[in-house]
């Protein structure tokens, strides 16, 4: 099975970066899309960004302009970089790919604390 592997989480001031990272245990046949979501405490998963097979890329309004997702298949890994980070940016952050192989699979990593200080 596949397995996912988030990163690069961390304590930022605001105003900063990080990138984060979400590694494959392997490459997925049928990937149809890998996405970035987040989760803060007392509030519901918001989906931040994705990227198509295609290399097409979604983002929420909240994260547009500033979070720039991104792949590299040759690593089975995908990206998120996050820059002009804001204290409502503190969330867990998790990765997520979709498969399409007759059905529809999620694949989830367990998530990363990126925590933005004021």
């Known amino acids: 099975q596949v397995q996912l592997v988030e990163s690069g989480g961390g304590l930022v001031q605001a105003g900063g970066s990080l990138r984060l990272s979400c590694a494959a245990s392997?490459?997925?046949?049928?990937?149809?899309?890998m996405h970035w979501y987040r989760q803060a405490p007392g509030k519901q998963r918001e989906l931040v960004a994705l990227?198509?097979?295609?290399?097409?890329?979604r983002y929420s309004d909240s994260v547009k302009g500033r979070f720039t997702i991104s792949r590299d298949n040759a690593k089975n890994t995908w990206y998120l970089q996050m820059n002009s980070l804001k204290p409502e940016d503190t969330a867990v952050y998790y990765c997520?790919?979709?498969?399409?192989?007759?059905?529809?699979?999620?694949?989830w990593g367990p998530g990363t604390q990126v925590t933005v200080s004021s």
């Open positions: 997520k790919a979709v498969q399409w192989a007759g059905q529809s699979i999620d694949y």
């Open positions: 392997r490459n997925i046949f049928g990937l149809n899309a």
């Open positions: 990227i198509t097979s295609g290399g097409n890329t």
